[in-house]
Protein backbone atom coordinates (compact mmCIF):
# COMPACT_ATOMS: atom_id res chain seq x y z
CA UNK A 1 0.00 0.00 0.00
CA UNK A 2 1.58 3.42 -0.93
CA UNK A 3 1.26 6.06 1.45
CA UNK A 4 1.41 10.03 0.13
CA UNK A 5 2.53 12.52 3.00
CA UNK A 6 2.45 16.17 2.88
CA UNK A 7 6.06 16.09 2.11
CA UNK A 8 5.63 13.65 -0.68
CA UNK A 9 2.60 15.66 -2.68
CA UNK A 10 4.56 18.69 -2.27
CA UNK A 11 7.71 16.63 -4.54
CA UNK A 12 5.47 15.52 -6.76
CA UNK A 13 3.39 18.79 -7.89
CA UNK A 14 7.36 20.04 -8.14
CA UNK A 15 8.16 17.74 -10.26
CA UNK A 16 4.98 17.96 -12.36
CA UNK A 17 4.20 21.59 -12.05
CA UNK A 18 1.81 23.44 -9.82
CA UNK A 19 0.23 24.66 -13.07
CA UNK A 20 0.19 21.40 -15.11
CA UNK A 21 -1.28 19.70 -11.82
CA UNK A 22 -4.09 21.88 -11.78
CA UNK A 23 -4.89 21.86 -15.45
CA UNK A 24 -4.49 18.20 -15.85
CA UNK A 25 -6.77 17.70 -12.66
CA UNK A 26 -9.45 19.37 -14.42
CA UNK A 27 -9.21 17.40 -17.62
CA UNK A 28 -9.49 14.11 -15.18
CA UNK A 29 -12.64 15.85 -13.36
CA UNK A 30 -14.10 16.54 -16.81
CA UNK A 31 -13.90 12.86 -17.64
CA UNK A 32 -15.10 11.61 -14.57
CA UNK A 33 -17.58 13.71 -14.16
CA UNK A 34 -18.60 12.55 -18.01
CA UNK A 35 -19.18 9.35 -16.01
CA UNK A 36 -21.56 10.35 -13.46
CA UNK A 37 -24.15 7.36 -13.89
CA UNK A 38 -21.34 5.35 -13.61
CA UNK A 39 -20.74 6.11 -10.05
CA UNK A 40 -22.37 4.33 -7.10
CA UNK A 41 -22.86 7.97 -5.15
CA UNK A 42 -24.58 9.27 -1.62
CA UNK A 43 -24.91 12.14 0.05
CA UNK A 44 -22.06 11.92 2.59
CA UNK A 45 -22.52 10.98 6.10
CA UNK A 46 -22.21 14.16 8.41
CA UNK A 47 -22.05 14.55 12.38
CA UNK A 48 -22.23 17.55 13.70
CA UNK A 49 -20.19 17.70 16.53
CA UNK A 50 -19.09 20.66 19.40
CA UNK A 51 -17.59 23.13 17.72
CA UNK A 52 -17.48 21.74 14.17
CA UNK A 53 -18.33 18.64 11.64
CA UNK A 54 -17.25 15.46 10.63
CA UNK A 55 -17.78 13.96 7.71
CA UNK A 56 -16.60 10.95 5.54
CA UNK A 57 -17.06 11.21 1.92
CA UNK A 58 -17.36 7.62 0.07
CA UNK A 59 -17.91 6.57 -3.77
CA UNK A 60 -16.95 3.90 -6.65
CA UNK A 61 -17.12 3.07 -10.13
CA UNK A 62 -16.28 -0.62 -11.16
CA UNK A 63 -12.47 -0.18 -10.55
CA UNK A 64 -12.06 2.21 -7.55
CA UNK A 65 -13.20 2.54 -4.38
CA UNK A 66 -12.32 6.35 -2.69
CA UNK A 67 -13.34 7.92 0.59
CA UNK A 68 -11.84 10.85 2.44
CA UNK A 69 -12.64 11.91 5.94
CA UNK A 70 -12.86 15.62 6.67
CA UNK A 71 -13.33 17.99 9.43
CA UNK A 72 -14.23 21.63 9.53
CA UNK A 73 -13.85 23.13 12.80
CA UNK A 74 -14.01 27.31 12.55
CA UNK A 75 -12.46 27.86 16.20
CA UNK A 76 -9.27 26.05 15.81
CA UNK A 77 -7.31 29.08 14.20
CA UNK A 78 -7.45 30.13 17.75
CA UNK A 79 -5.81 27.20 19.00
CA UNK A 80 -2.87 27.28 16.22
CA UNK A 81 -4.61 24.61 14.24
CA UNK A 82 -6.31 24.28 10.51
CA UNK A 83 -9.99 24.80 10.47
CA UNK A 84 -10.09 21.36 7.86
CA UNK A 85 -7.90 18.67 7.68
CA UNK A 86 -8.53 15.45 5.67
CA UNK A 87 -7.32 12.34 4.68
CA UNK A 88 -8.51 10.16 1.96
CA UNK A 89 -7.86 5.88 0.54
CA UNK A 90 -8.13 4.85 -2.68
CA UNK A 91 -9.06 0.90 -3.24
CA UNK A 92 -9.67 -1.55 -5.90
CA UNK A 93 -12.84 -2.66 -6.48
CA UNK A 94 -11.95 -6.18 -7.43
CA UNK A 95 -10.29 -7.32 -3.92
CA UNK A 96 -11.28 -4.47 -2.09
CA UNK A 97 -7.26 -4.39 -0.96
CA UNK A 98 -6.59 -0.41 -0.61
CA UNK A 99 -3.83 1.04 -3.05
CA UNK A 100 -3.07 4.10 -1.60
CA UNK A 101 -3.37 6.37 1.92
CA UNK A 102 -3.26 9.62 1.17
CA UNK A 103 -2.93 13.51 3.04
CA UNK A 104 -5.91 15.12 1.21
CA UNK A 105 -5.64 18.45 3.05
CA UNK A 106 -3.63 19.52 0.26
CA UNK A 107 -5.57 17.78 -2.63
CA UNK A 108 -9.04 18.96 -1.13
CA UNK A 109 -8.11 22.22 -2.20
CA UNK A 110 -6.32 21.50 -5.53
CA UNK A 111 -9.57 19.80 -6.01
CA UNK A 112 -12.10 22.77 -5.22
CA UNK A 113 -9.95 24.59 -7.38
CA UNK A 114 -9.92 22.81 -10.46
CA UNK A 115 -13.53 22.34 -10.05
CA UNK A 116 -14.36 25.64 -9.38
CA UNK A 117 -12.15 26.69 -11.94
CA UNK A 118 -14.07 24.32 -14.61
CA UNK A 119 -17.49 25.61 -13.26
CA UNK A 120 -16.35 29.42 -14.17
CA UNK A 121 -15.14 28.61 -17.55
CA UNK A 122 -18.87 27.42 -18.22
CA UNK A 123 -20.46 29.79 -16.32
CA UNK A 124 -18.84 32.98 -16.33
CA UNK A 125 -19.15 36.13 -18.95
CA UNK A 126 -15.90 35.00 -21.06
CA UNK A 127 -15.00 38.60 -20.79
CA UNK A 128 -14.81 38.26 -17.28
CA UNK A 129 -11.68 39.84 -16.01
CA UNK A 130 -12.14 41.14 -11.97
CA UNK A 131 -12.08 38.87 -9.81
CA UNK A 132 -13.47 39.70 -5.65
CA UNK A 133 -12.00 37.09 -3.02
CA UNK A 134 -14.27 36.79 -0.52
CA UNK A 135 -12.43 35.57 2.32
CA UNK A 136 -8.67 34.95 2.31
CA UNK A 137 -7.73 31.79 4.21
CA UNK A 138 -5.99 28.62 3.53
CA UNK A 139 -8.16 28.02 0.29
CA UNK A 140 -8.24 31.39 -1.15
CA UNK A 141 -4.52 31.32 -3.23
CA UNK A 142 -5.53 27.54 -4.63
CA UNK A 143 -9.48 29.36 -6.14
CA UNK A 144 -7.49 32.78 -7.59
CA UNK A 145 -4.71 30.30 -9.42
CA UNK A 146 -7.16 27.90 -10.99
CA UNK A 147 -9.88 30.72 -11.92
CA UNK A 148 -6.62 32.28 -13.45
CA UNK A 149 -6.38 29.39 -16.13
CA UNK A 150 -9.81 30.16 -17.62
CA UNK A 151 -10.14 33.86 -17.24
CA UNK A 152 -7.66 36.88 -18.14
CA UNK A 153 -8.17 38.17 -15.20
CA UNK A 154 -6.15 41.45 -14.91
CA UNK A 155 -7.59 42.96 -10.85
CA UNK A 156 -8.34 40.61 -7.95
CA UNK A 157 -10.33 42.38 -5.32
CA UNK A 158 -9.86 40.76 -1.85
CA UNK A 159 -11.44 40.91 2.24
CA UNK A 160 -11.33 39.03 5.44
CA UNK A 161 -12.44 40.41 8.79
CA UNK A 162 -8.94 38.91 9.72
CA UNK A 163 -6.26 41.51 8.81
CA UNK A 164 -3.54 38.83 9.10
CA UNK A 165 -5.31 36.45 6.94
CA UNK A 166 -5.32 39.14 3.86
CA UNK A 167 -1.58 39.84 5.00
CA UNK A 168 -0.45 36.29 4.24
CA UNK A 169 -2.82 36.36 1.10
CA UNK A 170 -1.25 39.77 0.03
CA UNK A 171 2.06 38.06 0.59
CA UNK A 172 1.62 34.97 -1.49
CA UNK A 173 0.12 36.67 -4.51
CA UNK A 174 2.61 39.34 -4.70
CA UNK A 175 4.26 39.14 -8.44
CA UNK A 176 1.40 37.92 -10.14
CA UNK A 177 -0.08 39.24 -12.84
CA UNK A 178 -3.37 40.74 -12.13
CA UNK A 179 -3.30 43.89 -9.56
CA UNK A 180 -4.29 43.32 -6.09
CA UNK A 181 -6.54 45.45 -4.83
CA UNK A 182 -6.94 45.01 -0.54
CA UNK A 183 -10.65 46.23 0.44
CA UNK A 184 -11.78 47.81 3.58
CA UNK A 185 -14.91 45.44 3.34
CA UNK A 186 -17.04 42.69 1.54
CA UNK A 187 -18.81 45.83 -0.11
CA UNK A 188 -15.55 47.40 -2.03
CA UNK A 189 -14.69 43.69 -3.14
CA UNK A 190 -17.91 42.46 -4.61
CA UNK A 191 -19.13 45.96 -5.98
CA UNK A 192 -18.25 46.20 -10.00
CA UNK A 193 -16.61 42.77 -9.86
CA UNK A 194 -17.18 40.07 -12.60
CA UNK A 195 -16.81 37.12 -10.62
CA UNK A 196 -17.62 36.54 -7.07
CA UNK A 197 -15.64 33.68 -5.02
CA UNK A 198 -16.72 33.48 -1.37
CA UNK A 199 -14.79 31.09 0.77
CA UNK A 200 -15.32 32.02 4.34
CA UNK A 201 -15.24 29.49 7.50
CA UNK A 202 -18.13 30.98 10.23
CA UNK A 203 -20.54 28.36 10.50
CA UNK A 204 -24.20 30.06 10.27
CA UNK A 205 -26.32 31.56 8.15
CA UNK A 206 -24.18 34.65 7.56
CA UNK A 207 -25.10 37.33 4.75
CA UNK A 208 -21.79 37.91 3.64
CA UNK A 209 -22.98 39.04 0.43
CA UNK A 210 -25.79 41.49 -0.26
CA UNK A 211 -27.93 41.42 -2.32
CA UNK A 212 -27.72 44.57 -3.61
CA UNK A 213 -24.45 44.42 -4.60
CA UNK A 214 -25.36 41.93 -6.70
CA UNK A 215 -25.63 43.28 -10.34
CA UNK A 216 -26.69 41.85 -14.09
CA UNK A 217 -23.80 39.41 -15.58
CA UNK A 218 -22.14 38.46 -12.39
CA UNK A 219 -21.32 34.96 -11.62
CA UNK A 220 -20.86 33.83 -8.03
CA UNK A 221 -19.26 31.25 -6.98
CA UNK A 222 -20.48 30.32 -3.35
CA UNK A 223 -17.57 27.97 -1.56
CA UNK A 224 -17.67 28.45 1.86
CA UNK A 225 -21.89 27.36 2.49
CA UNK A 226 -20.53 23.86 2.81
CA UNK A 227 -22.66 22.48 5.94
CA UNK A 228 -25.75 22.16 7.24
CA UNK A 229 -26.87 25.77 8.83
CA UNK A 230 -23.55 26.88 7.08
CA UNK A 231 -24.53 30.04 4.16
CA UNK A 232 -22.92 33.09 2.81
CA UNK A 233 -25.43 34.67 0.21
CA UNK A 234 -28.51 36.98 1.33
CA UNK A 235 -31.42 34.89 0.46
CA UNK A 236 -32.89 36.84 -2.62
CA UNK A 237 -29.77 36.46 -4.51
CA UNK A 238 -30.82 32.68 -5.06
CA UNK A 239 -33.93 34.02 -6.67
CA UNK A 240 -32.07 36.22 -9.04
CA UNK A 241 -29.63 33.51 -10.21
CA UNK A 242 -29.40 30.94 -12.51
CA UNK A 243 -27.94 27.60 -9.67
CA UNK A 244 -25.82 24.85 -10.75
CA UNK A 245 -24.70 22.19 -8.07
CA UNK A 246 -22.93 19.40 -7.94
CA UNK A 247 -24.70 16.95 -6.53
CA UNK A 248 -28.21 17.74 -5.90
CA UNK A 249 -29.27 15.05 -3.04
CA UNK A 250 -26.42 16.75 -1.43
CA UNK A 251 -26.73 20.12 -1.57
CA UNK A 252 -30.62 20.98 -0.28
CA UNK A 253 -29.11 19.89 2.85
CA UNK A 254 -25.68 21.33 2.87
CA UNK A 255 -25.66 24.45 0.17
CA UNK A 256 -26.64 27.86 -0.09
CA UNK A 257 -29.96 26.45 -1.39
CA UNK A 258 -30.92 24.76 2.11
CA UNK A 259 -32.20 28.20 3.11
CA UNK A 260 -35.20 26.64 0.44
CA UNK A 261 -37.52 23.82 1.22
CA UNK A 262 -36.06 20.81 -0.46
CA UNK A 263 -39.37 20.80 -2.85
CA UNK A 264 -38.72 24.39 -3.86
CA UNK A 265 -34.68 23.92 -3.91
CA UNK A 266 -35.30 21.23 -6.29
CA UNK A 267 -37.73 23.04 -8.42
CA UNK A 268 -35.26 26.27 -8.43
CA UNK A 269 -31.86 24.33 -9.12
CA UNK A 270 -30.85 24.70 -13.00
CA UNK A 271 -28.74 21.84 -13.23
CA UNK A 272 -26.10 19.91 -11.97
CA UNK A 273 -22.05 20.23 -13.03
CA UNK A 274 -21.84 16.75 -14.88
CA UNK A 275 -25.13 18.25 -17.31
CA UNK A 276 -23.07 21.62 -18.28
CA UNK A 277 -19.75 19.52 -18.66
CA UNK A 278 -21.60 17.07 -20.92
CA UNK A 279 -23.65 19.92 -22.54
CA UNK A 280 -26.75 18.16 -21.99
CA UNK A 281 -27.19 22.49 -20.69
CA UNK A 282 -26.28 25.55 -21.24
CA UNK A 283 -24.68 27.26 -18.19
CA UNK A 284 -25.54 30.79 -19.23
CA UNK A 285 -28.17 32.50 -21.57
CA UNK A 286 -27.12 36.03 -21.93
CA UNK A 287 -24.44 38.52 -20.53
CA UNK A 288 -26.81 40.12 -18.15
CA UNK A 289 -27.76 37.00 -16.41
CA UNK A 290 -26.15 35.94 -12.99
CA UNK A 291 -25.13 32.97 -12.34
CA UNK A 292 -24.56 30.58 -9.39
CA UNK A 293 -21.88 27.93 -8.64
CA UNK A 294 -23.16 26.79 -4.99
CA UNK A 295 -20.86 24.35 -4.27
CA UNK A 296 -20.19 22.05 -1.30
CA UNK A 297 -18.02 19.59 -2.82
CA UNK A 298 -18.65 16.05 -3.35
CA UNK A 299 -16.99 12.92 -3.18
CA UNK A 300 -16.03 12.49 -7.38
CA UNK A 301 -14.12 15.48 -6.88
CA UNK A 302 -11.83 13.26 -4.06
CA UNK A 303 -12.45 10.24 -6.23
CA UNK A 304 -10.61 12.23 -9.50
CA UNK A 305 -7.75 13.82 -7.07
CA UNK A 306 -6.97 10.44 -5.12
CA UNK A 307 -6.96 8.62 -8.77
CA UNK A 308 -4.80 11.22 -10.17
CA UNK A 309 -1.88 11.10 -7.68
CA UNK A 310 -1.73 7.88 -7.39
CA UNK A 311 -1.12 7.83 -10.85
CA UNK A 312 1.48 10.68 -10.60
CA UNK A 313 2.78 8.75 -7.62
CA UNK A 314 3.56 5.44 -10.28
CA UNK A 315 4.90 7.68 -13.10
CA UNK A 316 7.87 9.73 -10.78
CA UNK A 317 8.12 6.48 -8.33
CA UNK A 318 7.21 8.40 -5.30
CA UNK A 319 5.49 7.35 -2.11
CA UNK A 320 6.52 5.17 0.86
CA UNK A 321 5.07 1.34 0.56
CA UNK A 322 3.56 0.26 3.57
CA UNK A 323 1.97 -3.26 4.79
CA UNK A 324 -1.29 -1.22 6.41
CA UNK A 325 -2.71 -5.61 5.65
CA UNK A 326 -2.04 -8.60 6.32
CA UNK A 327 0.52 -10.18 3.94
CA UNK A 328 -0.14 -14.14 4.83
CA UNK A 329 1.42 -16.96 3.53
CA UNK A 330 -2.12 -18.43 4.14
CA UNK A 331 -4.82 -15.86 3.98
CA UNK A 332 -6.88 -17.94 7.10
CA UNK A 333 -4.19 -17.68 9.17
CA UNK A 334 -4.51 -14.38 10.66
CA UNK A 335 -3.50 -15.15 14.19
CA UNK A 336 -0.05 -15.82 12.75
CA UNK A 337 1.21 -12.36 12.27
CA UNK A 338 0.68 -12.70 16.35
CA UNK A 339 2.98 -15.77 16.72
Known sequence: MKIITEEILAELIKRHGFENYLKDLMQQLKNDFTRWQEFNKIPRPCMQVPNGVEELMPICDDK?????????????????????????QLARIDTGYPLMFSEMTVQTALRT???????????????????????????????VKGICLVREITEVRYFDIDSSAMDKFEKNMKGSRFKLVRCQDTEEAVRGADIITTCTACK??????????????????????????????????????????????????EGEIQRWSEKEAREKVYAELHEL???????????????????????????????????????????????????????????????
Do not use: C
Open 277 to 339: ITAAKTARENEQQITLYDSVGMALEDYSVLRFTYELSERYNLGQDMNLTPVLADPKNLISLLQ
Open 64 to 88: YFTFKYVNLHPKNPHLGLMTIVATG
Open 204 to 253: AHVDVVKDKWVVSGVHINAIGGDSVGKTELELPILSRSRIVVEYLDQSVA
Open 113 to 143: AATTALATDLMSRKNSHILAMVGTGAQSEFL
